[in-house]
């Protein structure tokens, strides 16, 4: 899986978030406070400068 979702799957502001009907998608924390961080980002991010290693929620 981390390859398919990229550096949001080892992001402390990443929260992983599933839909109803089982679809997921990844939040990123960092969208609420700096508009350079787009709330649901097109996966896989190879690049991303919010990046702070960690355990995403």
């Known amino acids: 899986m981390t390859a398919a979702v990229g550096l949001c799957a ?18 990123c924390g960092l969208a609420s406070t700096d508009r350079r961080f787009p709330k649901y980002p097109p996966l896989p991010v190879v690049r ?3 990046h702070r290693p960690g355990s995403p929620t």
């Open 10 to 27: 080892t992001c402390a502001h990443a929260r992983r978030v599933q839909s109803a009907k089982g679809s997921v998608f990844w939040l």
């Open 48 to 50: 991303c400068a919010g």
